[in-house]
Nanobody
């Protein structure tokens, strides 16, 4: 069992930066692939970024590539999402998620979810 708690959301102007954190509790965190998803009002939850459990391979949605960076600290059981050059269209509730071993871009493939943190980017 894994419990996930996100933090770091807030209100920022376009062009600004935020860093989201996701703290995990439970055993064997280092064996889980971690993903960040987001959901805007009236839209489906979409994949943002993922990081593998082993060598830290990463994968990004095209919409955030070059602006967002996902990383993990297995010693702290924490995964991060550094978000730079934020745009109003990045406004959403951001969720972290965990699944065994491999990154997947489909939300339904993840077993554990946090409660979400709101990110609002003003123009």
């Amino acid at each position: 069992q894994v419990q996930l708690v996100e933090s770091g959301g807030g209100l920022v102007q376009a062009g600004g930066s935020l860093r989201l954190s996701c703290a995990a509790s439970g055993r064997a965190f280092h064996t889980y692939a971690m993903g960040w998803f987001r959901q805007a009002p009236g839209k489906e939850r979409e994949f943002v970024a993922g990081i593998s459990w082993s060598i830290g391979s990463t994968y990004y949605a095209d919409s955030v590539k070059g602006r967002f960076t996902i990383s993990r600290d297995n010693a702290k059981n924490t995964v991060y999402l550094q978000m730079n050059s934020l745009k109003p269209e990045d406004t959403a509730v951001y969720y972290c998620a965990a699944r065994s071993y491999t990154i997947m871009v489909v939300a339904g493939a993840y077993d554990y979810w946090g409660q979400g943190t709101q990110v609002t980017v003003s123009s």
